[in-house]
């Protein structure tokens, strides 16, 4: 079982982050696309790195993230629920004080996957970490507040990702919120 000490790790943001990033660029480069940005791919970047030129990608699953929020909203609520696109504040937060590394290799590999699912869900099955989710489309809750503050929660959100994206079914895995200080 997953302590609630590992949500004070730094890696569970940068794991956050990545997941983001994966799904924004699969999301765009599904047929028909899940929302409709164009943020996560070659061209969307190049038009961000002009304006934004040291936090382009950080600019880009941002702006990605509203669209992708949006349309999980729709799907699964807006009150009494978290989603990998509106998670508790206090996790935002961190993930927006968190500084572009230039030693983290997942950014680069990334991009050279945007537009090729393919290599995408690659990128996206360790995320998983051998979690299985079956393939019911739509709105999926898989836990609550305290679990999306956990690998296990976030592992889980990855799979009914993955598996969505490979049957091409649109799924929005979402937590409900169920202790106090939650925006419910």
């Given at each position: 079982?997953?302590?609630?000490?590992?949500?004070?790790?730094?890696?569970?943001?940068?794991?956050?982050?990545?997941?983001?990033?994966?799904?924004?660029?699969?999301?765009?480069?599904?047929?028909?696309?899940?929302?409709?940005?164009?943020?996560?791919?070659?061209?969307?970047?190049?038009?961000?790195?002009?304006?934004?030129?040291?936090?382009?990608?950080?600019?880009?699953?941002?702006?990605?993230g509203k669209a992708a929020g949006d349309a999980h909203d729709r799907a699964?609520?807006?009150?009494?629920?978290?989603?990998?696109?509106?998670?508790?504040?206090?996790?935002?937060?961190?993930?927006?004080?968190?500084?572009?590394?230039?030693?983290?290799?997942?950014?680069?590999?990334?991009?050279?996957?945007?537009?090729?699912?393919?290599?995408?869900?690659?990128?996206?099955?360790?995320?998983?970490?051998?979690?299985?989710?079956?393939?019911?489309?739509?709105?999926?809750?898989?836990?609550?507040?305290?679990?999306?503050?956990?690998?296990?929660?976030?592992?889980?959100?990855?799979?009914?990702?993955?598996?969505?994206?490979?049957?091409?079914?649109?799924?929005?895995?979402?937590?409900?919120?169920?202790?106090?200080?939650?925006?419910?």
């Amino acid at each position: 079982m997953t302590t609630k000490n590992e949500t004070q790790k730094p890696e569970l943001p940068l794991l956050i982050l990545h997941l983001r990033a994966v799904v924004l660029a699969l999301g765009e480069s599904a047929s028909p696309p899940w929302w409709k940005t164009e943020f996560m791919n070659e061209t969307g970047l190049r038009f961000l790195e002009r304006l934004y030129p040291r936090t382009a990608f950080h600019a880009a699953v941002h702006a990605a993230g509203k669209a992708a929020g949006d349309a999980h909203d729709r799907a699964v609520g807006r009150v009494g629920v978290y989603h990998l696109f509106r998670l508790p504040e206090s996790l935002e937060a961190e993930l927006h004080r968190m500084p572009p590394d230039p030693a983290d290799d997942f950014f680069p590999t990334l991009r050279n996957a945007m537009g090729r699912p393919e290599e995408l869900r690659e990128l996206l099955a360790p995320m998983c970490g051998g979690e299985r989710a079956d393939d019911a489309p739509g709105a999926r809750k898989i836990g609550t507040d305290e679990d999306i503050m956990t690998k296990a929660g976030i592992r889980k959100t990855a799979a009914v990702y993955h598996t969505a994206f490979a049957r091409n079914k649109p799924a929005f895995p979402y937590f409900t919120a169920e202790t106090d200080g939650g925006r419910g």
